[in-house]
């Protein structure tokens, strides 16, 4: 092989060298170019991510802050209804205590009534009995009983009403045939008659009406004559017929 071959050929051997040296530079210049790019995206997708991660933090937090603000209005709301439904039923309970009480010192008021006007009433029959010098007998008759309270003037029970306080019977005024019908007759109501010839009359008072009795008196004069007429109230009526 001549020398000049071997130039040539050592020559053509240094520039492929170059050649592939230069490849090789531009391939690691592509190379880094890539991977620079790479570790670029891989910045700008990790700040997206944490960006999205930011604003989904932020959404979710503003959610919550919204549902929660919604939940506290909505119990005060709720706490607002309970207080007021207190409030009305201590004002209920109030007026039922203030009601209660007033029909307690009503019915006290009544009943203090009704008794004084008991006593008013007794002592009244008392100051006449003294005053015209009468006797007093006190009887308890059961219904359908019959008691003498005086010769000659007999009582009978034929029925009682102790709800209503009220009751019926007869007074029979034997000497003189005659008997006194007591109908639907009430307590503290009197019934009076008197002698055929005048004189102080007689006075039968109911004081009680229970289940089993009928409790009063009778205001007789202290020398009674032997016949009666009988003269009672508006409720009492006279039957001059014979015994029933």
């Known amino acids: 092989m001549h020398a000049g071959q071997m130039t040539n050929r050592k020559t053509k051997g240094t520039q492929e060298l170059h050649d592939l040296a230069d490849d090789w530079q531009v391939m690691a210049q592509r190379v880094t170019k890539v991977e620079s790019r790479a570790a670029a995206d891989i910045k700008e997708t990790r700040r997206y991510a944490e960006t999205l ?7 979710m937090t503003a959610e919550m802050e919204s549902r929660t603000s919604s939940l506290d209005a909505r119990l005060r709301q709720v706490e607002s209804e309970q207080a007021d439904e207190r409030a009305q039923m201590a004002q209920v309970e109030a007026n039922l205590k203030q009601d209660i009480s007033a029909v307690h010192e009503e ?43 005086v010769p000659g003037i007999s009582l009978r ?13 007869a007074l029979w005024l034997l ?7 007591l109908r639907d007759q009430s307590v503290h109501e009197p019934v009076r008659f008197f002698h055929k010839n005048g004189g102080e009359p007689y006075e039968l008072v109911v004081t009680d009406v229970t289940k089993n009795a009928v409790v009063g008196y009778l205001l007789a004069p202290v020398k009674p004559k ?18 029933e």
């Open 107 to 149: 019915n006290d008021r009544d009943l203090s009534g009704v008794r004084q006007q008991e006593e008013t009433n007794a002592r009244g029959v008392s100051a006449i009995s003294q005053k015209l010098e009468r006797e007093r007998i006190d009887f308890e008759l059961a219904k359908g009983q019959t008691e003498e309270l």
């Open 175 to 181: 000497q003189d045939h005659r008997t006194v019908w």
């Open 157 to 169: 029970i034929r029925g009682m009403n102790p709800a209503y306080q009220r009751y019926h019977g």
């Open 226 to 243: 032997a016949a009666a007429v009988a003269l009672v109230g508006q409720q009492t009526s006279i039957d001059a017929s014979a015994h």
């Open 53 to 59: 991660t930011q604003q989904l933090h932020q959404q």
